[in-house]
């Protein structure tokens, strides 16, 4: 598979049409066919269900559309590089984070890039851990500040500094709970949730702390992946949950949202800088991370 293969893979992918497909990469329609036939024929497999609507990948074809990603990227990352170098290109990265990082820590260390590279133009992506890793993987992100370790042999560290934030239990000001002199796991276990979906790293910890006691928690009644979306539930129903302080610090300082004192789920996270282990950083990529470095400096035992 080479960039022009994995190119007319992933427009037939998208575009579920061969034609459609060719007219996208500036093709011939017998032209795209027969380089996907040849495709086909390298693997010894069909990518492709053809139907009198169009195309649909096969099991093979969707397997190996996260390759043809890659490939897609990388040929583009090589190109961004040798325009920077060349300075016919004023410089993009493309940065992930989760919530608790993008909106302080991330846009500090932007800030003071854009002092020496006003010309660098920056995509950020806001995610959970999950998503920044496929992001990585597929080369739509250059750089994600993570709290999840990585074991992935495709991964590797961009900074060797590391932060820190800490998740702790809210509720909103006039939640029940607060009236109890002491709230301990077993309260909070019966308590409604709104959380993140399940399998991310925050309620596989979330689970473990109540495991780890032996206590089976209610499942979360409310479920999102928006950080805005589990706030508003929370402020609007008795129901709580667990974040970053950095992501209700504006609530709590209105008297909107309180800290519910649980020891147990207090839970200080430590971030590292991660990038693909393989191609090649841009410039402009290299540059934002000493600017990561450089602000994450004395920071060891601080939090964002």
Request: net charge neutral; with cysteine; hydrophobic share 45%.
């Amino acid at each position: 598979m080479d960039v022009r293969s994995a190119a007319i893979l992933l427009e037939c992918a998208n575009t579920g049409s061969l034609g459609r497909a060719a007219l996208a990469l500036n093709m011939t329609q017998p032209a795209a066919t027969r380089m996907l036939k040849r495709l086909e024929d390298g693997y010894g497999v069909p990518l492709f269900h053809r139907t009198t609507r169009g195309v649909v990948p096969t099991v093979y074809g969707e397997a190996l559309l996260p390759y043809a990603k890659l490939v897609v990227s990388e040929i583009g990352n090589a190109d961004t590089v040798i325009r920077e170098m060349r300075g016919a290109s004023r410089g993009l990265v493309r940065v992930g984070g989760v919530a608790s990082v993008v909106g302080g820590f991330l846009i500090a260390a932007i800030s003071e890039m854009r002092r020496r590279h006003p010309e660098v133009q920056f995509q950020i992506v806001e995610e959970l851990e999950d998503r920044l890793l496929e992001g990585l993987k597929g080369g739509e992100i250059d750089i994600a500040i993570s709290p999840e370790p990585y074991a992935d042999d495709e991964i590797t560290l961009a900074a060797p500094e590391a932060l820190h934030d800490l998740v702790v239990v809210f509720a909103r000001a006039n939640h029940p709970i607060l009236n109890r002199s002491s709230v301990g796991l077993e309260d909070v276990a019966q308590q409604d949730w709104a959380m993140p979906p399940s399998g991310t790293p925050v309620v596989r910890e979330w689970l473990r702390r109540f495991h780890g006691r032996s206590i089976e928690p209610r499942m979360p009644c409310l479920v999102s992946r928006s950080v805005q979306v589990i706030k508003s539930a929370v402020m609007a129903e008795d129901m709580l949950c667990w974040m970053p302080q950095p992501l209700v610090r504006m609530e709590v300082e209105k008297g909107e949202m309180v800290r519910v004192p649980v020891p147990e789920l207090d839970w200080r996270r430590t971030f590292r800088t991660y990038r693909r282990k393989k191609g090649l950083m841009t410039p402009s990529a290299a540059s934002l991370v000493q600017c990561i470095q450089r602000l994450g400096e004395g920071r060891e035992d601080a939090l964002i």
